[in-house]
């Protein structure tokens, strides 16, 4: 079982960035691992995801020139900066594991989740 514990959402600016930081239970070199967000009534939307290796990263179409995956092998933490927010970035954000080996961009390949943290962006 991989437990994860998102943390670093808030109200940010419109314009303003910001940093959300997802804890794993594991090592985070031995999951595959995703950032999705989602507001209500809407699905679940890709943000990023990182492959096990590390070497494969993917964006979504609304977050591609702002944002950036990145782990720590040592904490076994993965992050998401996200910069020049909107309004529309307003959403509850989710990390998610996987034990496959790439860098999978869909909710269904995703069998751990974590609580998620809601970040608002509004003046």
């Known amino acids: 079982q991989v437990q994860l514990v998102e943390s670093g959402g808030g109200l940010v600016q419109p314009g303003g960035s910001l940093r959300l930081s997802c804890e794993t239970s594991?090592?985070?070199?031995?999951?595959?691992m995703g950032w999705f967000r989602q507001t209500i009534g809407k699905e679940r939307e890709f943000v990023s995801s990182?492959?096990?290796?590390?070497?494969?990263?993917h964006y979504g179409d609304a977050v591609k020139g702002r944002a950036a995956i990145s782990r720590d092998e040592q904490t076994h933490t993965l992050f998401l900066e996200m910069r020049k927010l909107t309004p529309d970035d307003t959403a509850v954000y989710y990390c998610?594991?996987?034990?496959?080996?790439?860098?999978?961009?869909?909710?269904?390949?995703?069998?751990?989740w974590g609580q998620g943290t809601q970040v608002t962006v509004s003046s």
């Open positions: 998610a594991a996987t034990p496959d080996y790439g860098a999978n961009t869909e909710v269904g390949d995703y069998p751990y």
């Open positions: 594991v090592r985070i070199s031995s999951v595959g």
């Open positions: 990182i492959s096990r290796s590390g070497i494969i990263i």
